[in-house]
């Protein structure tokens, strides 16, 4: 028999034998899910309010335990159990950490202590305790308890060994267990929250305005990907999951608000890896009378504020062990430049398609590029998959090949060429930006080349927006995901998601 098998067995008997207490407590006339308890102070809290540690006046002896503080009221779930004669230790789990509990025969009276607390209760529970804060002999801060209720029974056991007995996917499917047994996930996750709210604040500060805009889309715009599909039955048509925030925040800029921007779901029916999630969090950021230079300062700025506010260091630890220095200078780097870095061949832009497949095959050992791709795409293939993951450090691409955005302005120094970046750090593009098209002729042309003139396919009424004048503008989208993976030391964004996209799973009732 399986580990695996063991452990369902286990979890199953452990599942009837909790479900007999809950049967015995209803019938003692106890309520095992109460309505409520009076939740005064969290567990950090409580080590904020705990005495001091006495000292001995010989150095040789312990600190005096039982130097009592004020009178607490916590509650949450216990994670463990240490049951003894006439004392008891328990380590309860609240949104804030651990605090530990005592509870004593004599405090509890022997008829509770010993048919309630010591038969009831279990791991996983959740309960409500109120006493004094005292420390024990190791210095540790501990709530005596005087009072105690069962708030909520929890009839399948809480895993021993969450991480040795499952796999990733496990973790993620069941990412409640995950954030109750494993401290680094809920430290991460809570992180992820904290860098939101600070992205908020830090935009606020700079007079953005925040905005939101439809999740709907009759056509799929802003970015080149596979759109999710839908129907809308009262209007009897086709709707897209939108996979960009861009043609409407703009038309916001049209409007007057020169400074907006969005942290929203968005949706891309392509792949799904480390890097790569089919739902994920964008934000989008658009200021008139700017440029991709401004985008720039902007982005540098807000990382290097959020490690300062929330991290307290601009070196970050990679989960490989490397290390990133978000504080040193961010290199800026043509995509051309890095081409010919990777190839070692100064004419590769004067190369037919023909040679560069050859050479992508022969020499750089690539051999997805095929006869029927355009030639930009050859070159992309090359950036994407053998210089992209090597840029760990921060890196402005610049000059990106006008082929690969139709938003975008053309450079005017090397009109092949657009005023973008694509910032790249782990290895990944965290942060594309813009000098923004404002020419609606320009605009129309540019949209049509990439549809191969399907007009249908164009969003028209976005350039109608647009031909009643749109201010010059940067802007930005940043993937909000792998920007917390990378702060938070993250190898997979994943981790850094709560409830990520898996595959459906049959599941015993």
Known sequence: MSSNTDLGAISHDQFAVRKEKLAQLRVSGEDPFRGNWEQRHTSRQCLELAPPIELPASGDELPRPHVFGPEVSVAGRILSMRI????????????DGIIQL?????????????????????????IGVSGPLFRTSTGEVTIRA????????????LPEKWHGLTDDEQVY?????DLIINAESRKRLILRSKIIAEIRRFLWGRDFLEVETPSLHIIAGGAAARPFQTHFNSLGCDFYLRIALELHLKRCLIGGMDRVFELGRVFRNEGYDRKHSPEFTMMEIYQAYSDHRGMMELVRSLVLHLCKSLIGATTIARADGGEIDLGAPWREVSYKDLIFERTGDPDWFNHTKAKKLQICREILGLKEPREDWEDYEITNEVYGKLIEPKLIQPTFVLNIPKELCPLAKLNQEQPDTLDVFELCINGQEVAPAYSEQNDPVVQRAMFEAQSGGETQKIDTDFLLAMEHGMPPAGGMGIGIDRLVSILSGAANIRDVILFPTLRPETQDA
């Open 146 to 157: 005087k009072a105690y209720a069962l708030v909520a029974k929890a009839l399948r056991p």
């Open 102 to 126: 005592y509870f004593t025969r004599d405090e509890l009276g022997e008829q509770r202590y010993n048919t309630h607390f010591k038969k009831m209760l279990d791991i996983g529970d959740f």
């Open 173 to 177: 499917r069941q990412r409640y267990l």
């Open 84 to 95: 003894m004669g006439k004392a008891s230790f328990i380590k309860l789990l609240d949104r």
